[in-house]
């Protein structure tokens, strides 16, 4: 069974410093991995996918993350946080083990952006 | 496209209640989810859609009931409201079933069983 954990609830940063948001998965096969962002009150948006392509994927918005099969980690960051990026973020797991399609989500980690 | 709907988006339910959360897609996807959203918890999967007329149950299926009678729609129903059931719901779309693609989410449905 797949699993993702998110290592920090928070991370609090001051704006125009770096990011670095932590996800490591567990996995039977070779997942797709995501991380996707929600702004508060809103639905999730897709920031990266990694699917078996290149190891450093970017994404909008500044993201990126890379792949790291050996250290089963996928960490998103972003070089200088402004303060819209204020928001959750979720990294997310998907395989299909036997047919089925069932992502597991992490808990997510809480940006917040200090002036 | 108007991508992802959902209604209503703010519901207040008493116990024992039922009702129906409404979400449709105009983006022709085969493969549909809901998911309860509850603090510190991430997203977990109820019931999830791979085509119209085929559905199956996800994490935590137990209280709720789906079906799939169009490739647009896929409305989640409350058997009998209870107060666990307190939560944001979302529904998500995705072009297939295959692991690899992104899904699309709504904008959620926040509800309140007292």
């Known amino acids: 069974a797949q699993s993702v954990t998110q290592l920090d609830s928070h991370v609090s940063v001051s704006e125009g410093t770096p990011v670095l948001l932590r996800c490591n998965y567990s996995?039977?096969?070779?997942?797709?991995l995501f991380w996707y962002v929600q702004h508060p009150n809103k639905g999730l948006q897709l920031l990266l996918k990694?699917?078996?392509?290149?190891?450093l994927v970017k994404g909008i918005n500044g993201f990126e993350a890379e792949f790291k099969k050996s250290e089963t980690s996928f960490h998103l960051t972003k070089p200088s946080a402004h303060m819209s990026d204020a928001a959750e973020y979720f990294c997310?797991?998907?395989?299909?083990?036997?047919?089925?399609?069932?992502?597991?989500f992490g808990r997510g980690t809480s940006l917040i952006v200090h002036p | 496209n108007a991508g992802v709907t959902q209604t209503p988006k703010f519901q207040v339910l008493k116990t024992g209640q039922s009702m129906t959360l409404q979400c449709a897609q105009d983006?022709?996807?085969?493969?549909m989810s809901w998911y309860r959203q509850d603090p510190g918890m991430g997203l977990r999967l109820i019931h999830y859609s791979v085509g119209a007329g085929i559905t199956d149950q996800g994490e935590v299926p137990n209280g709720y009931n789906v079906s799939r009678s169009t490739t647009e729609d896929f409305p989640l129903r409350l058997l009998s409201a209870a107060p666990s059931q307190t939560s944001v719901y979302f529904c998500?779309?995705?072009?297939?079933?295959?692991?690899?693609?992104?899904?699309?989410f709504g904008p959620g449905t926040r509800l309140t069983v007292t």
């Open positions: 983006m022709n996807h085969e493969y």
């Open positions: 998500a779309s995705s072009y297939s079933r295959q692991a690899r693609n992104e899904q699309y």
């Open positions: 997310v797991a998907s395989e299909r083990p036997g047919g089925s399609y069932i992502p597991t």
């Open positions: 996995s039977s096969y070779s997942p797709s």
């Open positions: 990694y699917t078996s392509a290149a190891t």
